[in-house]
């Protein structure tokens, strides 16, 4: 039996390349073993046959934002749990070829609140980090939420102009009736709890909400538990 090597020690072999520049190809996407990419330089090889692909190039991967859906009731960690190539959005109109190290080191900020589903922003990027993190007070985050009880007259006049609350006072705050039964709110920054005190201020009860938007950057229609890449055009 043939003896097993790396496969970055084959292609340093097939190219002469440098170990690191191996790597930088395989965890590129750029190698395939008997015709299939492999992204893992540890990957063990005999006698399959090993080959670049054209356009092959040494370069790190670009450090890429996710936008993911989560299902409400997941912790951080079970929502990162849901990123695969298998999950990404089948409309995602993003021209990125899903790579492995896409799903490494991803930060977020801006948490959900309590409860919530919806729009969570995950990245590899400094700069998008930065962006969310020193403009958090800036960036308005909409979320459509599920209601019960019965609105108090002139509720919604009530939250624009603020609210008296035991113990204080809620500032104005952008809401509107979607439909029936939920309702839009526009806020910057929303502290936990903030949204279900301000729909309790008016004689409602909230039932599920889910975060739609993050500046200028919405949820469209993806679908809970998929996740798409943030465009090179969209900006929060």
């Known amino acids: 039996m043939t003896d097993s090597i790396r496969l970055s020690k084959r292609i340093i072999e097939l190219t002469g390349c440098s170990r690191r520049e191996a790597e930088l190809y395989i965890e590129g996407g750029w190698v395939t073993v008997d015709g299939e990419v492999v992204e893992l330089p540890q990957f063990p090889v005999t006698d399959q046959?090993?080959?670049?692909?054209?356009?092959?190039?040494?370069e790190p991967l670009e450090?890429?934002?996710?936008?993911?859906?989560?299902?409400a009731g997941l912790r951080l960690e079970q929502a990162q749990r849901l990123l695969s190539p298998e999950s990404r959005w089948?409309?995602?109109?993003?021209?990125?070829?899903?790579?492995?190290?896409h799903f490494f080191r991803l930060d977020t900020a801006l948490p959900l609140q309590p409860g919530a589903s919806g729009l969570l922003v995950l990245t590899q990027d400094w700069r998008t980090l930065r962006k969310l993190n020193e403009d958090a007070r800036?960036?308005?985050?909409?979320?459509?939420?599920?209601?019960g009880g019965t609105l108090v007259d002139g509720g919604l006049d009530k939250l624009k102009r603020g609210v008296r609350v035991k113990g204080g006072e809620l500032p104005p705050v952008k809401a509107s009736w979607q439909n029936e039964t939920h309702l839009r709110f526009a806020l910057k920054n929303p502290r936990a709890g903030l949204i279900a005190e301000y729909?309790?201020?008016?004689?409602?009860k909230v039932l599920g909400m889910k975060r739609?938007?993050?500046?200028?950057?919405?949820?469209?229609?993806?679908?809970?538990?998929?996740?798409?890449y943030l465009g090179q055009a969209e900006r929060f």
């Open 63 to 71: 450090p890429c934002t996710l936008l993911l859906n989560q299902p």
């Open 90 to 101: 089948s409309e995602d109109r993003a021209e990125v070829r899903v790579r492995r190290g």
């Open 199 to 204: 729909c309790q201020a008016v004689g409602l």
């Open 212 to 228: 739609i938007r993050i500046g200028g950057v919405p949820m469209g229609k993806l679908p809970g538990g998929q996740w798409r």
């Open 49 to 58: 046959a090993v080959a670049l692909l054209p356009g092959a190039a040494p």
């Open 138 to 147: 800036k960036l308005e985050q909409e979320y459509v939420v599920e209601v």
